[in-house]
C-alpha cells in the first residue's frame, strides 16, 4: 500500500503571506506511460466536505483560486497558498491514486498567526 | 447541477448491519465510478470502497479495514449507489461520504474524486 505522509502538521501564517504544505508518498506516484502525477489536494472546512482544489498534481480545479497552486513529482509534492485569505483556514489533505487502493494523507491545518 | 446525497446512517450496535444510498443527479452516473471515504470523529479521511462503472463489469475495490464486511453496490436505473456494511464495529463510527470518481474512457483505472456528497453520520456503540 502507498502510504502519503503530510508535513507539517499544522502551521500558522499571517494574512496575506505564503503558506506550503507538504506530502511525501512512499513510492513514486508518477505514471511513465502519460508522464502524469496520481496525485489530488483537497480543502474541508469544519462541517463540510471535502472539495476538490488540485488534481494530477497541479492541475486546478474549475472554480478554485488561482493562489492555489501545485508541484511536484515522483514522491514529493506541494501545495501552495501564496497570499493567504482569511477563508483558506481550513484542513487540506493529499490523495494518491494511483494504486487501485487509493490513500490520503493525515492532513494539515491551516490557520492564522 | 451535479449533486451527491448520502443517507442510512444511524446508531447501531456492534455486531449488527447497516446500509448507506448515495442518491446522484446532474450528470450520467453509469458513465462514472463511485466511492465511499469515511471520517472518524475528529480524525482524518480514509479511503474504503469503490465500484467501477458497468462498462467495466462494476468491479470493486476495498480497503483491508473493510474488506469480507462491507460491500458496495450500484443501480445505474435508479442513479444509486449502497454501501451495505455488515459485522459494525465501534471503529467503524464515522462520518460516510461517498464521492463521484474521475476516470479515464477507455478503462475501468480510478482516478480523483471531484463531487462529494454531505455525508452520513454512522455511530456504532452498545
Known amino acids: 500500500d502507498i502510504v502519503m505522509t503530510q508535513s507539517p502538521d499544522s502551521l500558522a501564517v499571517s494574512l496575506g503571506e505564503r503558506a506550503t504544505l507538504n506530502c511525501k508518498s512512499s513510492?513514486?506516484?508518477?505514471?511513465?506511460?502519460?508522464?502524469?502525477?496520481?496525485v489530488a489536494w483537497y480543502q474541508q472546512k469544519p462541517g463540510q466536505p471535502p472539495k476538490l482544489l488540485i488534481y494530477?498534481?497541479?492541475t486546478r480545479e474549475s472554480g478554485v483560486p488561482d493562489r492555489f497552486s501545485g508541484s511536484g513529482s515522483g514522491t514529493d509534492f506541494t501545495l501552495t497558498i501564496s497570499s493567504l485569505q482569511a477563508e483558506d483556514v481550513a484542513l487540506y489533505y493529499c490523495?494518491?491514486?494511483?494504486?487501485?487502493?487509493?490513500?490520503f494523507g493525515q492532513g494539515t491545518e491551516v490557520g492564522i498567526k | 447541477e451535479v449533486q451527491l446525497v448520502e443517507s442510512g446512517g444511524d446508531l447501531v450496535q456492534p455486531g449488527r448491519s447497516l446500509k448507506l444510498s448515495c442518491i446522484a443527479s446532474?450528470?450520467?452516473?453509469?458513465?462514472?465510478?463511485v466511492t465511499w471515504v469515511r471520517q472518524a470523529p475528529g480524525k482524518g479521511l480514509e479511503w474504503i470502497a469503490f465500484?467501477?462503472?458497468?462498462?467495466?463489469?462494476?468491479?470493486?475495490e476495498y480497503a483491508a479495514s473493510v474488506r469480507g464486511r462491507f460491500t458496495i453496490s450500484r443501480d445505474d436505473s435508479k442513479n444509486i449507489a449502497h454501501l451495505q456494511m455488515d459485522s459494525l464495529k465501534t471503529e467503524d463510527t464515522a462520518v460516510y461520504y461517498c464521492?463521484?470518481?474521475?476516470?479515464?474512457?477507455?478503462?475501468?483505472?480510478?482516478?480523483?474524486?471531484?463531487?462529494w456528497g454531505l455525508g452520513t453520520l454512522v455511530t456504532v456503540s452498545s
Open positions: 464521492a463521484r470518481v474521475q476516470g479515464p474512457p477507455n478503462t475501468g483505472s480510478l482516478y480523483y474524486f471531484d463531487y
Open positions: 490523495l494518491q491514486y494511483y494504486s487501485t487502493l487509493p490513500s
Open positions: 446532474g450528470f450520467t452516473f453509469g458513465d462514472y465510478g
Open positions: 494530477w498534481a497541479s
Open positions: 465500484i467501477r462503472r458497468k462498462a467495466y463489469g462494476g468491479a470493486t
Open positions: 513510492q513514486s506516484v508518477l505514471y511513465n506511460s502519460n508522464n502524469k502525477n496520481y
